[in-house]
């Protein structure tokens, strides 16, 4: 049976990708493929134009938040499954509930859930972005990654309380936490954002028992 080489070389290029969890580099993408780095170059390029794959700050390469909407097509049941859980979590905390997505150096909003009567929420937008590195979404999923060195001090404190939280980093006043999902082939996270008044020890055991749960769907 022939084969379209240039898609077979992308298709491989992503479970390559996938296989490495901290990211891989074009050589070595190119030597996993057996091509010449440039021809690497343009299977990377391509798959990051459909959003698929991104790059971080230092060149390597990761999946992107693409593939997130192609699972949502052939895997609707994560949507319907996952946002009653949002839903749950916004009312047992009282705060904005989220799923958040890594791509490249940026961390993209995935699902939002509001807690109902409430009056004052904080509006978090599906498609917002942030650098990963800023606000609790990102930390959390840094967190979920291998340790590396000199990586920031609240990576490590969110590696090692499980969740992470801070205080006015995207928006003034605004309280955030989250915790990271260990499940999937894209890098996610789970949490909530309130301005001030956010019970920070309920929120971190509701999203971090969120978070086990919606691992939990995504091993299923």
Do not use: W
């Not at 498609?127 to 990102?138: D, I, W």
């Amino acid at each position: 049976m022939s084969t379209l080489q240039t898609l077979d070389r992308g298709l491989r290029a992503l479970e390559v990708v996938a296989e490495s969890p901290s990211g891989i580099s074009v050589a070595d993408l190119a030597r996993e493929l057996d091509v010449h780095r440039a021809i690497c170059y343009r299977i990377v390029a391509t798959l990051e134009g459909h959003r698929l794959v991104s790059r971080t700050g230092d060149g390597r390469v990761r999946l992107a938040s693409g593939l997130a909407t192609l699972a949502a097509k052939f895997e609707p049941h994560f949507n319907q499954d996952a946002l009653p859980l949002l839903k749950e979590l916004a009312n047992r905390t009282s705060a904005t509930a989220f799923l958040s997505a890594a791509e490249g150096a940026e961390c993209v909003v995935a699902m939002v859930a509001e807690p109902e009567g409430t009056v004052l929420t904080v509006g978090y937008r599906v498609g917002s972005r942030h650098p990963l590195t800023q606000g609790a979404a990102g930390l959390a999923i840094l967190a979920a990654r291998p340790e590396e060195p000199g990586e920031p001090d609240a990576v490590r404190q969110a590696r090692q309380d499980g969740y992470s939280l801070t205080r006015g980093q995207l928006e003034r006043g605004a309280v955030g936490l989250a915790a990271g999902i260990r499940a999937g082939t894209l890098e996610r996270s789970v949490g909530v954002v309130a301005i001030d008044g956010l019970d920070t020890g309920l929120a971190a055991t509701e999203v971090m028992a969120t978070a086990r749960r919606i691992e939990q769907l995504l091993t299923a």
